[in-house]
């Protein structure tokens, strides 16, 4: 057993108080004469015995006690291996783990916060002993070491680290590190994480620390360092229609996230490297602002672009990296029945046929309803079920899995559809049911009127010209026959049109990547006259464009930290990722929407990356996850377990510090031993003062 504060232990000497006191009320008895003795004699052997031994038993306890309390003041610990009875020289094994994510790039009083984590990291190793072995290992980015090494080396891997901007698996690297520390034959193990306490990296360590056995976890804290913080706090569109030529609005959210107050900022956006606007930035602590920009994709494919914060104090994280992607075409299948089923013919057709023949946006194909099952469905942006009585309930999963994956999926009903098919295939989306029918087809009788419309989708984003406030006036169809549908209550759906009996018209939902846009109407003159209002063809080629679109605004985005997967239709046996460091080859695996990418993307940092095959290429963007710039410190209660220790460094001295290390890593505090035993001691020299009648005869 060795001390942390070993000058307490002068405190012991407090022990002699009592023993003082009890030697100063040893007196000799005065001899006074009295006629009759016997009695007393009697006392003599047995009363008075009994109450020296009380004297001493109480003596005892009080010395135990104050001893006890003594030697809690002086912090004692057990060195490594004397818990399980190994000699406490024994060879150890240390493994450090070092966060080195941007919050470690902040300067504090002693300097950056990463080189104040290697200063503790030489204290470690000067408080080793020679036979003692190390694993040096980083919370960011790849892998640094993992392999058993001496002090030389130790010292010579820690000059070469410094701060990553890359993904966070601090919980991976603590899971890893026990592994190997299970797994080696050294009898005494150590597990050190040097870090500053950020929310963002130790969010998953609770979890992580709960799964693992006998973990025994060092928290070393280098406390809060307050920086002022200007970020991107993300970049959106407001439609997801995205063209060659066509202007796109970028939104820039923009975000202080400190307590200090900024001005003379600004954020700029780049877009094939030209600057496309710049603006001054003001804000209040904790404040958020949102700026416009407007650019026009050149071609098709994609493009890149990068929005920056400058005049900021954290610079880090002041780069925010997008790409906009344009496909060439959106490819789209038509199911549709026989014509010789119904008794007029779709518009739908027309729609598609005058849209292709003067856009090359939009490209269609027809199939039958039996093709439904067909793999080639994969291939196509959406799908379009118009006018069948029946949709297959093997293509039920088929249909499922492409809204799920991010395609569209457009409904039109049959004037003879089986509606309890219908709802059979709806309930795959959770989206509502068919109630029943209302009017009479090809009866031209207006039973209700499309005459609210959902003026913020983006279906309808600059296809009017008024201002806003003011009513907005437009043809509206009449309806001779449609099917009642009753939406059902989860989010993720509202109607395009809603009619004036408040049944939906047109109804989107959301459900996975993608999305089911449900018209309660055919699309031939038998349900409604809404053919020939001027409302109906770009109402119907912007919901064509917009269910053939990427859920995600054309956006291509993979945040760092995270497994990449990336669904691409490219040759699987020569796709390759190029990065601005390297060229690599990903695993790959053939999927019915095209081929998956798969890639642990540990090395990479913000920026761009490319996935290409010998005729196509794919652009995405890398960006840091947003937490990374938040610098909210997590609680150490919050992390720690019972079995895991706990040291701030920024209260404490070189030396100080030195042996609140050793202690919390290289031994185990048992003060608190002491300090139950001190107050058993107590409790039971009362007990003996009450309860101990020395002067009872029995």
């Given at each position: 057993?060795?001390?942390?504060?070993?000058?307490?232990?002068?405190?012991?000497?407090?022990?002699?108080?009592?023993?003082?006191?009890?030697?100063?009320?040893?007196r000799?008895?005065?001899?006074?004469?009295f006629?009759?003795?016997a009695?007393f004699r009697?006392?003599q052997?047995?009363?008075?015995?009994?109450?020296?031994?009380?004297?001493?038993?109480?003596?005892?306890?009080r010395?135990?006690?104050?001893?006890?309390?003594?030697v809690?003041?002086?912090?004692?610990f057990?060195?490594?291996?004397?818990?399980?009875?190994?000699?406490?020289?024994?060879?150890?094994l240390?493994?450090?783990l070092?966060?080195?994510?941007?919050?470690?790039?902040?300067?504090g009083?002693?300097?950056?916060?990463?080189?104040?984590?290697?200063?503790?990291v030489?204290?470690?190793?000067?408080?080793?002993?020679?036979?003692?072995?190390?694993?040096?290992?980083?919370?960011?980015?790849e892998?640094?070491?993992?392999?058993?090494?001496?002090?030389?080396?130790?010292?010579?891997?820690?000059?070469?680290?410094?701060?990553?901007p890359?993904g966070?698996?601090?919980?991976?690297?603590?899971?890893?590190?026990?592994?190997?520390?299970?797994?080696?034959?050294?009898?005494?193990?150590?597990?050190?994480?040097?870090?500053?306490?950020?929310?963002?990296?130790?969010?998953?360590?609770?979890e992580?620390l709960?799964?693992m056995?006998?973990?025994?976890?060092?928290?070393?804290?280098?406390?809060?360092v307050?920086?002022?913080?200007?970020?991107?706090a993300?970049i959106?569109?407001?439609?997801?229609m995205?063209?060659?030529?066509?202007?796109?609005?970028?939104t820039?959210?923009?975000?202080?996230?400190?307590?200090?107050p900024?001005?003379?900022?600004?954020?700029?956006?780049?877009?094939?490297d030209?600057?496309?606007?710049?603006?001054?930035?003001?804000l209040?602590?904790?404040?958020s602002?949102?700026?416009?920009?407007?650019?026009?994709?050149s071609?098709?494919?994609?493009?890149r672009?990068?929005?920056?914060?400058?005049?900021?104090?954290?610079?880090?994280?002041?780069d925010?990296?997008?790409?906009?992607?344009?496909?060439?075409?959106?490819k789209?299948?038509?199911?549709?029945?026989?014509?010789?089923?119904?008794d007029f013919?779709?518009?739908?057709?027309?729609?598609?046929?005058?849209?292709?023949?003067?856009?090359a946006?939009?490209?269609?194909?027809?199939?039958?309803?039996?093709?439904l099952?067909?793999?080639?469905?994969n291939?196509?942006d959406?799908?379009?079920?118009d006018?069948?009585?029946?949709?297959?309930?093997?293509a039920?999963?088929?249909?499922?899995?492409?809204?799920?994956?991010?395609?569209?999926?457009?409904?039109?009903?049959?004037?003879?559809?089986d509606?309890?098919?219908?709802?059979?295939?709806?309930s795959?989306?959770?989206?509502?049911?068919?109630?029943?029918?209302?009017g009479?087809?090809?009866?031209?009788?207006?039973?209700?009127?499309?005459?609210?419309?959902?003026e913020?989708?983006?279906?309808?984003?600059?296809?009017?010209?008024?201002?806003?406030g003011d009513?907005?006036?437009?043809?509206?169809?009449?309806v001779?026959?449609?099917?009642?549908f009753?939406?059902?209550?989860?989010?993720?759906?509202?109607?395009?049109?809603?009619?004036?009996?408040?049944?939906?018209?047109?109804?989107?939902?959301?459900?996975?990547?993608?999305?089911l846009?449900?018209?309660?109407?055919?699309?031939?003159?038998?349900?409604?006259?809404?053919t020939?209002?001027?409302?109906?063809?770009?109402?119907?080629?912007?919901?064509?464009?917009?269910?053939?679109?990427?859920?995600?605004?054309?956006?291509?985005?993979?945040l760092?930290?995270?497994?990449?997967e990336?669904?691409v239709?490219?040759?699987?046996a020569?796709?390759?990722?190029?990065?601005?460091?390297?060229?690599?080859?990903?695993?790959?695996?053939?999927?019915?929407?095209?081929?998956?990418v798969?890639?642990?993307?540990?090395?990479w940092?913000?920026?761009?990356?490319t996935?290409?095959?010998?005729?196509?290429?794919?652009?995405?963007?890398?960006?840091?996850?947003?937490?990374?710039?938040?610098?909210?410190?997590?609680?150490?209660?919050?992390?720690?377990?019972?079995?895991?220790?706990?040291?701030d460094?920024?209260?404490?001295?070189?030396?100080?510090?030195?042996?609140?290390?050793?202690a919390?890593?290289?031994?185990?505090e048992?003060?608190?031993?002491?300090?139950?035993?001190?107050?058993?001691?107590?409790?039971?020299?009362?007990?003996?003062s009450?309860?101990?009648k020395a002067?009872?005869?029995s």
């Amino acid at each position: 057993m060795s001390f942390l504060s070993p000058v307490f232990l002068i405190a012991i000497a407090a022990v002699g108080l009592p023993l003082i006191i009890h030697l100063l009320n040893i007196r000799r008895p005065q001899k006074v004469p009295f006629s009759t003795l016997a009695f007393f004699r009697e006392l003599q052997k047995t009363t008075i015995k009994r109450i020296q031994i009380k004297k001493y038993l109480l003596l005892i306890l009080r010395l135990l006690a104050i001893a006890c309390l003594a030697v809690v003041l002086a912090r004692p610990f057990l060195p490594p291996g004397s818990g399980s009875g190994a000699n406490s020289q024994v060879p150890a094994l240390n493994a450090i783990l070092i966060d080195n994510s941007i919050s470690m790039s902040r300067i504090g009083e002693e300097g950056p916060l990463i080189e104040q984590a290697k200063k503790i990291v030489r204290s470690i190793e000067a408080s080793s002993k020679d036979s003692d072995r190390f694993i040096l290992q980083t919370t960011n980015g790849e892998a640094m070491y993992s392999t058993i090494i001496g002090h030389n080396q130790l010292l010579d891997r820690l000059e070469a680290m410094e701060v990553a901007p890359r993904g966070n698996y601090t919980a991976e690297r603590i899971t890893g590190l026990a592994e190997v520390l299970k797994d080696s034959p050294y009898q005494s193990k150590r597990l050190f994480l040097i870090t500053d306490g950020q929310q963002s990296q130790l969010n998953e360590v609770p979890e992580t620390l709960e799964e693992m056995e006998d973990a025994n976890l060092t928290l070393i804290s280098l406390g809060q360092v307050e920086v002022q913080n200007t970020i991107i706090a993300g970049i959106e569109t407001s439609t997801n229609m995205i063209g060659n030529g066509l202007p796109v609005q970028l939104t820039v959210d923009v975000k202080n996230v400190s307590d200090i107050p900024v001005a003379n900022q600004f954020v700029s956006l780049m877009y094939e490297d030209e600057l496309v606007g710049q603006y001054s930035v003001s804000l209040a602590a904790n404040a958020s602002a949102s700026y416009d920009f407007e650019v026009i994709p050149s071609s098709t494919g994609t493009s890149r672009g990068k929005v920056t914060i400058e005049g900021d104090e954290f610079t880090a994280d002041n780069d925010y990296f997008f790409v906009i992607e344009v496909p060439e075409t959106r490819k789209i299948a038509w199911v549709r029945e026989g014509e010789e089923n119904i008794d007029f013919s779709s518009y739908t057709g027309l729609v598609l046929e005058a849209v292709t023949a003067n856009d090359a946006k939009l490209n269609f194909a027809r199939f039958n309803a039996e093709d439904l099952g067909s793999s080639t469905l994969n291939e196509y942006d959406a799908v379009i079920l118009d006018g069948l009585e029946n949709i297959p309930e093997f293509a039920f999963n088929q249909l499922q899995q492409l809204v799920q994956e991010g395609k569209g999926l457009v409904f039109f009903p049959a004037e003879n559809g089986d509606i309890r098919n219908y709802n059979n295939f709806l309930s795959q989306f959770n989206q509502g049911s068919f109630e029943g029918m209302n009017g009479t087809y090809a009866s031209f009788e207006s039973i209700a009127r499309g005459n609210r419309l959902q003026e913020d989708h983006p279906v309808y984003a600059g296809l009017f010209d008024h201002k806003d406030g003011d009513e907005l006036r437009v043809s509206v169809p009449d309806v001779y026959y449609y099917l009642k549908f009753k939406p059902s209550p989860s989010p993720g759906g509202f109607s395009l049109i809603r009619m004036n009996t408040g049944d939906p018209l047109v109804r989107e939902k959301r459900f996975g990547n993608g999305k089911l846009i449900v018209s309660t109407i055919g699309n031939d003159p038998g349900w409604s006259d809404f053919t020939i209002k001027p409302l109906y063809a770009p109402f119907y080629y912007r919901m064509l464009l917009y269910a053939a679109s990427s859920d995600d605004g054309g956006f291509n985005e993979h945040l760092l930290g995270n497994d990449f997967e990336e669904t691409v239709t490219m040759d699987l046996a020569s796709i390759k990722i190029e990065t601005k460091e390297a060229e690599v080859i990903p695993e790959t695996e053939s999927v019915p929407a095209g081929v998956l990418v798969k890639y642990s993307g540990r090395e990479w940092s913000p920026g761009w990356i490319t996935i290409k095959d010998e005729e196509h290429t794919k652009e995405i963007a890398l960006n840091l996850e947003r937490d990374e710039s938040y610098f909210v410190r997590m609680n150490e209660d919050d992390v720690l377990a019972r079995n895991q220790s706990y040291v701030d460094a920024t209260r404490l001295n070189s030396e100080t510090l030195t042996n609140e290390i050793q202690a919390s890593g290289f031994g185990r505090e048992i003060w608190s031993w002491f300090m139950i035993a001190g107050i058993v001691f107590l409790v039971l020299e009362s007990l003996t003062s009450i309860f101990f009648k020395a002067e009872t005869i029995s």
